[in-house]
């Protein structure tokens, strides 16, 4: 602030005019200026600007360099829009195009602007000669590529905002969805998807969520401190505890490291949330056919069984694996259209059909994790739109996915029990402030 301050003292006095105080005195009075189109007072040329290089340096321009008349740094930033690029926006604010031409040059490398995007963000600093100080082109808030002169040549860096957390509480009631309960109490819905993530195992928050069902979480939110010193909300963090309580019941979870960065959901009880088996292979927007031994065939037009669920999905949603298992068939199968079938343990074996393609480096024989992608919804073989239809056998015989009530993770260990009662015990004090939407109350 003071620099700035110290810039507004020798702007031209055009618009002055001079007015007496009570006392006597004589003070200048300036018309508005916007302080967007002032320069920052910068470091002194001895500092910085005498060791940098000309613009010219970059290939195919010239021009004739004279000693810094001004300690001056002369900031231009900006926010793409749509339709605009970084070269066309610098034009336009009167940037030579030797110093667009540097800039892309030296920043290649880390990115190439060809991939900008609406909402990135640009920041460049040039001295009085036209040089460049430095450059900041950030794609998130939380990351950016870093140009800037080390006294002897340029250098570029990529760079990752530090965050600062806050633990906060976020209580509400269900009308129509969860996630459209967390976005009208102000959070960004990422949470709501997190959340449903604590409880995959138990709750289908697209079947079973009801009016009137409550819910509240214990998190952290995630904050940086921008250019200005302000410090900007970035996104939820990392859950600590959820509760949620409705027609699917009462389900409590509570976050516990068992050791360095190790850490999972248990409920208060202290078995694992996690399951051998999730509820289902994707987020899906309804459930179009169930397991049935008698459904009429859309295409078919004949009544028959259909053992499995049809999840109608948007084209392209990520599929992943219900459970860990090693894939045992990867593609086309006739009706079933792009097929993954794979084989877990005690007899189990999931099947995934109508894929529009399979994820990247899924092959037989490979071994796939619980959740990990296999595959991306689509509507290929004896499929009338977008859905996957999903199908679990044991033993050789078909069963409803639905009713697999499958065993619990590995549970806590002995000698963690007492840790894990002491770190339940404060988490779910926490989860219980008053209040239904989020509050700063800190542990």
């Known amino acids: 602030m003071l620099s700035v301050l110290i810039a507004l003292a020798f702007v031209s006095g055009v618009g002055a005019s ?86 892309a040059q030296e920043v290649r490398p880390y990115f190439d602007f060809r991939h900008s995007r609406p909402g990135h963000r640009y920041r ?15 794609t998130s808030l939380e990351e950016s590529v870093y140009l800037f002169w080390n006294g002897e040549t340029y250098e570029v860096r990529e760079e990752y905002a530090e965050l600062t957390s806050r633990v906060v509480t976020l209580a509400g009631i269900v009308e129509s969805s969860l996630y459209d309960a967390i976005r009208l109490l102000g959070e960004d819905p990422q949470l709501a998807d997190d959340f449903s993530e604590v409880f995959a195992w138990d709750i289908d928050f697209t079947r079973n969520v009801k009016s009137g069902d409550t819910f509240r979480v214990l998190y952290e939110r995630l904050y940086l401190t921008d250019d200005d010193g302000k410090e900007v909300y970035i996104r939820p963090g990392r859950i600590l505890a959820a509760r949620y309580q409705g027609g699917v019941g009462d389900h409590s979870a509570v976050y516990f490291e068992s050791g360095e960065g190790d850490g999972s959901y248990f409920r208060p009880d202290g078995t694992s949330v996690e399951r051998a088996f999730l509820v289902a292979p994707l987020r899906y927007s309804r459930i179009s056919s169930t397991f049935t031994n008698a459904r009429r065939h859309p295409i078919l037009k004949v009544t028959r069984r259909h053992p499995g669920i049809d999840y109608a999905a948007s084209e392209g949603t990520p599929l992943w694996s219900v459970a860990e298992g090693t894939v045992i068939y990867r593609g086309w199968a006739g009706a079933s259209g792009n097929l993954v079938k794979v084989r877990h343990a005690n007899g189990y074996v999931s099947h995934y059909a109508h894929l529009s393609r399979f994820a990247d ?25 977008s859905h996957v239809c999903f199908r679990v056998t044991k033993n050789g015989r078909y069963v409803n996915p639905m009713a697999i009530r499958s065993p619990a993770a590995k549970p806590l260990e002995l000698n963690q029990t007492a840790e894990f009662a002491r770190t339940r015990d404060q988490l779910l004090a926490a989860l219980d402030i008053h209040g239904v939407a989020a509050s700063d109350e800190a542990l």
């Open 124 to 138: 460049l600093a040039l001295d009085a000669d036209g040089n460049v100080v430095d450059f900041r082109y950030s």
């Open 361 to 385: 480096g899924v092959k037989v024989g490979q071994r796939v994790e619980q959740k990990e992608v296999i595959g991306y919804v689509g509507h290929t073989g004896l499929a009338t739109g």
């Open 18 to 103: 001079q007015e007496g105080t009570e006392a006597g005195e004589v003070v200048a009075s300036f018309d508005a200026v916007s302080i967007d189109t002032l320069p920052l007072h910068g470091p002194s040329a001895s500092d910085t600007q005498a060791s940098l290089p000309p613009v010219s340096m970059a290939p195919g321009f010239d021009r004739v360099d004279e000693p810094a008349t001004a300690e001056l740094i002369v900031v231009t930033k900006g926010r793409l829009a749509a339709g605009q690029s970084l070269g066309g926006e610098l034009g336009k604010r009167g940037i030579p195009a030797a110093v667009v031409h540097l800039i």
